[in-house]
């Protein structure tokens, strides 16, 4: 809560006024804990919310002004509601515009507001700011003007200001997960219907571990456009036996190992068995989390990040060698890949009493291999997008 004073004397600061009226809203950061290149093939991810995130403070004003002001950042502006458009000068005030122009969009109409953000998610660190600032922006302004809040909604909203106002062609997946996370649970999402449920994950002594290569991710689009349509390739393949099918997840494992013969090129197969077996292995991972078997679902992240290696290709040097140096320390139960590849971040299961050790051990060992130095986040899950009660 001294962290909530000292950013309402901060909001004071920049725009005067009394703290009377000032409410506060948060939302996470979010992790992909298992489900890597299944959202666009139809099949579930399983991402969970953090708990550090973005914090908003706001405050109405009786004209149609946005200011805004971030304690990340030294831009700061005033934006007019009704000539709300990119403007690459912005930088980080775009994805509030964004989300303001899309509700309007929307039929939502709202007077101005004086605005203060303060994030705790590492920019490029693969954490997701941008769905954590764009959902926080959503929530507070449609509580802000007493309107009821329907989160499914508001991650579309927040998706459609990233792909159309933004520009970044991004899936579902993260602003979901900040909108609707739950503490103490990770998400089941179908991303296709958004179909999902909240699943336990009672990680006992061991904590989330982020480890963020810090390695530039040159290769991700192309190679993304590639393995997509690769993907597409095998399901046309795979339409001589099932005619009916427009993605992979449409499909189980052993209905693709009786016909995975249709496909002749073995780069193909060896995509679409990636993305069958990953989708499996989520389901795997649901069933064993429900059963409180920690081990299990720790050699499931591993056998996820083996096939994201070998079979998907999208690993790269930096993101195995961080695996297999946390696959050497003591005390952890599983480590993979996290997010598109070809840099990023990993996620480790890893005993509290180990956590220390992890860090140093791991660290060392990846800059000793790779010359670049890591930054580790030890993290638990948390809610989604709310309202902070500060009295």
């Known amino acids: 809560m001294n962290e909530i004073i000292e950013l309402k004397h901060q909001f004071i600061q920049a725009f005067g006024g009394t703290d009377n009226t000032i409410r506060v809203f948060h939302a996470p950061g979010r992790v992909n804990l298992i489900g890597e290149h299944t959202d666009y093939n139809g099949g579930y991810v399983f991402p969970a919310a953090l708990t550090f995130g973005t914090t908003m403070l706001i405050r109405s004003r009786d004209d149609r002004k946005l200011r805004l002001v971030s304690t990340n950042f030294e831009l700061s502006g005033t934006i007019d509601l009704d000539k709300l458009q990119y403007e690459?000068?912005?930088?980080?005030?775009?994805?509030p515009k964004g989300v303001a122009y899309y509700l309007q969009q929307h039929g939502h109409t709202f007077g101005g507001y004086d605005m203060l953000f303060s994030g705790k998610i590492p920019n490029g660190s693969g954490l997701s700011s941008s769905a954590s600032i764009e959902v926080v922006t959503g929530y507070g302004l449609l509580a802000m003007e007493g309107q009821p809040i329907d989160t499914v909604k508001l991650s579309l909203l927040a998706q459609e200001a990233e792909n159309k106002f933004i520009g970044v062609n991004c899936g579902i997946m993260d602003q979901f997960a900040v909108a609707n996370g739950k503490?103490?649970?990770?998400?089941?999402?179908?991303?296709?219907?958004?179909?999902?449920?909240?699943?336990?994950?009672?990680?006992?002594?061991?904590?989330?571990?982020?480890?963020?290569?810090?390695?530039?991710?040159?290769?991700?689009?192309?190679?993304?456009?590639?393995?997509r349509s690769q993907c597409e390739q095998a399901v046309r393949y795979l339409q001589a036996a099932f005619p009916e099918m427009t993605l992979l997840g449409q499909i189980t494992l052993d209905q693709y190992n009786t016909h995975e013969h249709l496909i002749p090129e073995e780069i193909i197969r060896?995509?679409?068995?990636?993305?069958?077996?990953?989708i499996d292995r989520v389901l795997q991972s649901i069933q064993v989390l429900e059963n409180?078997?920690?081990?299990?679902?720790?050699?499931?992240?591993i056998a996820s990040h083996r096939s994201l290696q070998h079979l998907y290709e999208v690993t790269g040097q930096e993101l195995d060698s961080m695996v297999n140096a946390a696959l050497q320390a003591p005390g952890v139960l599983g480590s993979r890949m996290t997010g598109a590849g070809f840099g990023g971040c990993t996620v480790s299961l890893v005993h509290e009493d180990h956590i220390e050790?992890?860090?140093?051990?791991?660290?060392?060992?990846?800059?000793?291999?790779?010359s670049l130095i890591p930054a580790f986040y030890v993290c638990d899950i948390g809610d989604g997008v709310k309202e902070v009660h500060t009295s």
Request: hydrophobic share 35%.
């Open 88 to 95: 690459q000068e912005d930088d980080w005030m775009n994805y």
């Open 183 to 227: 503490k103490d649970h990770a998400i089941l999402l179908m991303c296709d219907t958004l179909e999902f449920r909240h699943v336990p994950f009672n990680s006992r002594s061991y904590k989330i571990v982020i480890a963020n290569t810090n390695k530039r991710r040159g290769l991700v689009e192309s190679e993304y456009n590639t393995r």
């Open 270 to 278: 060896m995509r679409a068995r990636h993305v069958i077996e990953e």
């Open 292 to 301: 409180d078997d920690l081990e299990a679902f720790g050699q499931l992240m």
């Open 357 to 370: 050790n992890f860090i140093k051990q791991v660290g060392e060992q990846y800059t000793e291999e790779t």
